[in-house]
């Protein structure tokens, strides 16, 4: 959970950097990304990590060493654990779609399937358009 949760922290930084971060990209990234700077930004021994990462969202460095100031911080709070293992379930359950030139968020249920390699089928918000991610 440590290293999907750098993930999607350090995507949304970048997202957030471009302006490319969408609404609903924007919403379900944002409650991981602040849980998680928000955690680790209050311990003086994993402090250091948040703005490292902040500085350069994609640098894979940057995000292994946030994973694992992350996964000490794990061990020691159960409790926030669980709520980060929602938040990053949430943001699982949304698959990210491109159809005609148009973002759009699927919510992963009945009306979507997903096989390997992160190939999901559905169809887009609007239920007009198939999808094939």
């Known amino acids: 959970m440590a ?3 750098a993930a999607v922290t350090g995507d949304f930084l970048v997202a957030s950097a471009t302006g490319a971060a969408n609404q609903a990209g924007s919403a379900v990234g944002s409650a991981v990304a602040q849980l998680v ?7 003086p021994a994993t402090a250091q990590a ?7 969202p994609a640098d894979g460095q940057r995000r292994s060493e946030l994973a694992a100031a992350l996964r000490e911080v794990l061990v020691q709070d159960p409790a926030f ?3 980060l293992d929602e938040a990053v379930r949430t ?3 949304n698959v990210h779609v491109m159809a005609s030139g148009q973002d759009s968020f ?6 979507v399937t997903v096989s390997g390699r992160g190939v999901a089928v559905g169809r887009d918000q609007h239920n ?6």
């Open 3 to 5: 290293e999907r949760s």
């Open 128 to 133: 007009t358009t198939r999808v094939t991610r």
């Open 81 to 83: 654990a669980g709520v």
């Open 106 to 111: 699927v919510q992963v249920g009945s009306s």
């Open 50 to 56: 948040v703005p490292a990462l902040q500085a350069a």
């Open 37 to 43: 700077m928000g955690r680790l930004g209050i311990d």
């Open 91 to 93: 943001v699982d359950r």
